[in-house]
Structure formats: C-alpha cells, structure tokens
C-alpha cells in the first residue's frame, strides 16, 4: 500500500452528496444525475440510505476505493436542489468533515454527454445546487464530480432540459455513464484528484 493511500485512509471520512430533486417524480430526470451516482455507490458499499436525524437527508456510512478502502458518508438530501445546501452543511458539522472531503456529484451542462471533469473548487456555472452548498459552506473549496448532460437542442430552455428525461438513444447510454462516474468517485477518494483527473479527462 503506498504511503498517500494510507494517509487517506488514516484521515477523516468524506461526505459524498448526490444531487437532485426528491421524489419519483424527478428520478429519471437530467438533473438527478447526481443521485443516481450515489445509488449506485450505496450499492457498492453494500448497504441502504437511511434517514438521518439531523441532516434532511438520507445516509450510508462505509467504505469504498478497494480493500480495506476509504471511509465515505453517502448522501441523499431530501431538499430541492436549491436548497441542497442546509443538509450538506449539516452533516458536514455532525461528521467533522471539511469542505475539501464534501464531493459534490452532479449534472453538468458545459460537458457533453456521459463525459465527465473533475474538479476541487470553482465558481457554480448557474447550478443551483452549487450556488446553495456555496453558500452554506461558505466557500466553494469542495470537490465536485460533473457528469455532462450536454446543452439542449435548438432553442429549448435549459432549465426545461435539465427536468426532463434522457432520450431514448441516451437512455441506452444512461447505464455506463452512471458505473463510470461512480468509479471516478471512488478514484477521487481513494486516489487523489490529480491521479482521478489523468484517468478520467482523457
């Protein structure tokens, strides 16, 4: 085991957030890319989200990253996106995790789709789940795993395309998009940003 795998081992967890709408009604769309990462990593932990006391979401404590792995929060916040923030800052303080261990999983419409950026810090690009973990952290000094959804077509308005579902060709894509962003969670956790950005940027 190298030395900087162990020293991410021996630190504190990370608070991995997926963001999104709450509800079945949202689940398929764009904008819960985010969450459907998360659901994907809980099933790798091996474990199910649970409602959490304190933070207006659902949790998952364990590891991932290998064996015996890094520890990771998994949540679900149960607000709307522009609300995202409360939760994320609550937990953050429940589990003594700085802003630079928060990672935020979500919807990008700069990048196209099913690639993927990574990046630690940054300003919101109009994403309003940004602009509330921002401002409830009170900086933005926070890892984020972008997932591209690619721009609308034509002239359609882009909060229109960001809740809605993926095409039917999309949809097909939907699958692989989803494992590879969970594993670029996992990289990033487990390996560091630099070394997850060579992986994953291409």
């Known amino acids: 085991m190298s030395d900087r795998m162990s020293d991410r081992m021996s630190e504190g967890p990370w608070l991995v957030v997926g963001l999104g709408n ?9 904008h819960n890319i985010g969450q459907q990462v998360l659901d994907l990593l809980a099933a790798r932990v091996g474990g199910k989200l649970r409602p959490h ?14 064996v015996p792995g890094v520890r990771v929060v998994l949540a ?19 589990y003594k995790v700085p802003p630079e261990r928060v990672v935020a999983v979500h919807d990008e419409l700069d990048i196209p789709f099913g690639a993927l950026r990574l990046k630690l810090g940054g300003g919101d690009n ?7 973990i921002r ?8 890892h984020r795993v972008r997932c591209g959804i690619g721009r ?20 097909k894509e939907v699958p692989l998009f989803v494992d590879n962003a969970a594993d670029a969670v996992e990289a990033l956790v487990a390996e560091g940003l630099d070394r997850a950005q060579n992986t994953w940027h291409g």
Do not use: I
């Not at 709450?22 to 769309?29: F, L, M, Q, S």
């Open 22 to 30: 709450p509800g079945p009604t949202y689940a398929a769309h764009r």
């Open 53 to 66: 006391p304190r933070g207006r979401a659902d949790v998952l404590e364990g590891r991932l990253g290998g």
């Open 76 to 94: 679900r916040p149960r607000s709307y996106m522009n609300e995202t923030g409360g939760p994320v800052a609550s937990l953050a303080t429940f």
């Open 126 to 132: 109009g994403h309003n789940g940004l602009r509330s």
């Open 135 to 142: 401002r409830s952290l009170g900086t933005g000094d926070f």
């Open 152 to 171: 609308p077509p034509g002239r359609q308005d882009p909060a229109d395309f960001v809740l809605s579902g993926f095409s039917a060709a999309e949809r």
